[in-house]
């Protein structure tokens, strides 16, 4: 739920003083661990530019009101919508949407929620976008990770880093590197009991166990989330990648990282999890 309280009152100070002064970018990517305090951050700042309270915005006035339950016809968001990515289907109709006109401000407000999971080819038409940008639009990408964001489309923002100055534990940390969000992260909670399985499992196929079947089948039965499943494959990744500073154990890393690479396009075709894991089993059982 959006909430405008829940901002980060540093860069709402910075965008109100780019918005008195009529210096705001057209384009800004906001990167913050906490990705709802960003986007609220956003929301916030349409609602500056549409109030008709005294205090702006004061979040109650009809317009604020309109804004923050997704009804304005000047403020977009796009989302992943309950998927693993956000596609080009998503990108592509926003170039002819953008074209227009505001029908009830002076600027449209164009958001694009946990921007590090964009496609290739979506991340490529957003490039377009922001290049061209026709009617009076800001653009707003948000992210817990810059460095998952294209260059040329970092290139072409203007970037507002939220730290709160907090240390995130190594955990923590290592998620966010990975483009997990904090919802996400929080939606995980103690993940001990999956930890040995996955460390069970990425042991059998390294051995060439037949078991790797039974525990692809068990860990498939206990990831029904996507995000359950996305930190099973990381930590079979970050397995891999350990293996890589061993010269006897090398080899079995970058095998690993093959077929973890090949997973990840498998996913893309919305192939069953549980087919996901077989195949691994199948692929070191060879």
Known sequence: MINIT???????????????????????????????????????????????????????????????????????????????????????????????????????????????????PAANALLNLLEEPIAPVVSILITNNADQILPTIRSRTQILKFDSGEKKDGREAILIENGFSSEEIEELKDTKKIDQEIKYFYQELL???????????????????????????????LFAQKELKDENRRLAGMHMLECLIEIDKMRFSNVNFRNLLDYLALQWKR
């Open 207 to 237: 051995e060439k166990n037949s078991l790797s079947f039974v525990s692809a089948h068990k860990l498939s039965d206990n990831a029904k989330i996507s995000t359950l499943q996305n930190y099973i494959l990381l930590s079979l990744k």
């Open 6 to 120: 829940d901002i980060s009152r540093k860069q709402a100070d910075f965008l109100k003083r780019a918005y008195e002064k009529k210096q705001l970018a057209h384009s800004y990517l906001f990167v913050d661990n906490d990705e709802k305090r960003a986007l609220n951050t956003a929301y916030w700042l349409a609602c500056l530019f549409n109030c008709t309270g005294k205090d702006k915005p004061d979040g109650t006035c009809a317009n604020c009101r309109q804004i923050l339950s997704g009804n304005h016809p000047d403020v977009l968001l796009v989302k992943t919508e309950g998927k693993q990515t956000v596609g080009i289907d998503q990108i592509r109709p926003l170039k002819e949407e953008l074209a227009k006109s505001p029908v009830e401000s002076s600027r449209r407000f164009f958001m694009i929620n946990e921007a590090q999971k964009l496609t290739m």
